[in-house]
């Protein structure tokens, strides 16, 4: 996190810490509230998030494509009604659209049906690529669920992060601010210099400062978790200190072989190949016949006298493209063109995949393994603090070797909490790369 890295930087050059119970500052760092935990602020984000919505409802629309492409299977039936009062009553032809009936006096209703019998597999192949692209929308609204919970967790762990760096700030601001109060009434006994009183208070401002700007970080990172979770106002209750991180694989090659198979995307880009695939079925099939039955029946109870009082008829169409331009070749050239554009896309994302599984858990690993060395550094700076200390007790050594020592322990305190919620928003990454946040 390279704002907790930003922050370390100006507290080791401002702050002191002593020996202090984390514990004992939580209640001036948090608000009295309901803790909010992890699985919660997940939860919320998935009810609340316009991303998902928006996903959510692109599924729904593909969907409806779907039964769209399937309608040519089912006959069409309409009903019409016509009335006509000829105005000249001596008309009994017409040019153009109009006929001899439609001219007449007359008033008749009646319905029409029509089925498409076959078109030899171009609605078949249209209604698959449908169902497919129905699919990817479905994965790509997965997609989208699993990026919002990867963000809600590195910003959940972003927050725990800088409450860690308030909680050092506040009490390395408390320290300085005893320092400065002791040593100020060493130096009216004249047990102490006036420089080191000077130098402490001006320490004690520069740990105000960082307390100042640590609230501040930690006041972004909530508004940050606010947005990442779909709320309108900053999140204000406390958050669950998560486990003890889990120890990685041994290797990313079991998570490689799971990413292939869970990953949202990949899904999508595979079912949006086999549509194009489909497409290109279809526009093969535009140059073949297509076979249709309709019927029409109705009553006519006013009309010429030429006329009969209901009509009914039935028939088939067969319909055989000769020459368009070229226009079907053409559409077919593109459909194929577009199938194997999408089969290149679905190898690159295989190698996207991998590279992105093995990147993650190297910066995964490289936080774990930090864990252990920053531990370390935390004990072996304490103890250097512990005997500077003693020293300046003791009269053996100045303000600034007590000031570096403290400066040091700083420092290992905040890379501490740093490597520890680094390592959990790095494994966040991980999962999701991996495709177990589905």
């Not at 001036?28 to 316009?50: G, K």
């Not at 479905?138 to 910003?155: G, I, M, P, S």
């Not at 679905?346 to 920053?374: C, G, M, P, Y």
């Not at 322990?409 to 909490?417: N, Y």
Request: with cysteine; proline share 3%.
């Amino acid at each position: 996190m390279p704002w907790i890295k930003t922050l370390a930087v100006a507290c080791a050059l401002s702050l002191t810490v002593a020996s202090y119970d984390i514990h004992a500052q939580d209640a001036q760092t948090l608000p009295s509230a309901t803790p909010l935990p992890l699985s919660q602020a997940e939860a919320i984000a998935i009810a609340n998030q316009p991303r998902i919505m928006a996903a959510q409802l692109r599924s729904r629309a593909a969907a409806a494509r779907v039964h769209e492409a399937r309608s040519a299977y089912f006959p069409a039936v309409g009903f019409n009604a016509t009335g006509v009062r000829v105005a000249d009553t001596g008309t009994s032809t017409a040019a153009g659209a109009l006929t001899t009936s439609s001219i007449s006096d007359h008033f008749a209703y009646g319905g029409q049906i029509t089925q498409l019998v076959t078109d030899f597999g171009r609605t078949s192949a249209l209604a698959a690529s449908s169902k497919l692209n129905s699919q990817a929308q479905e994965d790509f609204a997965t997609l989208t669920k699993a990026q919002v919970r990867c963000n809600v967790r590195d910003a959940y762990y972003q927050v725990l992060g800088a409450e860690a760096v308030l909680r050092a700030a506040r009490a390395a601001q408390s320290n300085r601010h005893l320092v400065a109060r002791q040593l100020s009434a060493l130096a009216q006994n004249e047990l102490r210099s006036t420089v080191d009183v000077n130098f402490a208070e001006v320490l004690a401002s520069e740990a105000d400062l960082a307390v100042v700007r640590a609230q501040s970080a930690m006041a972004q990172q909530r508004a940050h978790l606010a947005t990442a979770m779909g709320a309108t106002q900053s999140i204000s209750a406390p958050l669950i200190d998560p486990v003890t991180p889990d120890t990685l694989p041994l290797d990313p090659d079991s998570l490689e072989a799971l990413a292939q198979n869970q990953r949202a995307d990949l899904n999508a880009a595979e079912a949006q190949q086999k549509a194009a695939q489909q497409i290109a079925a279809a526009e093969k099939r535009s140059g073949y016949p297509t076979l249709g039955l309709g019927g029409a029946a109705g009553q006519i109870p006013f009309h010429d006298h030429t006329l009969h009082d209901s009509y009914a008829a039935a028939g088939f169409n067969l319909s055989i493209p000769i020459f368009n331009g070229w226009l079907f070749a053409a559409r077919r050239a593109e459909a194929e063109s577009e199938a194997n554009a999408r089969a290149s896309d679905v190898k690159e994302l295989h190698l996207e995949i991998t590279e992105q599984v093995r990147n993650n858990w190297q910066r995964a690993n490289e936080a774990f393994q930090s864990l252990d060395v920053t531990a370390r550094l935390v004990v072996q700076s304490k103890e250097a603090l512990h005997l500077a200390q003693a020293r300046y007790d003791a009269g053996l050594g100045s303000i600034v070797e007590l000031n570096e020592a403290q400066v040091n322990e700083t420092s290992a305190e905040i890379a501490a909490a740093d490597a520890n919620y680094t390592y959990l928003s790095r494994r966040a990454e991980l999962d999701f790369a991996a495709g177990l946040l589905n």
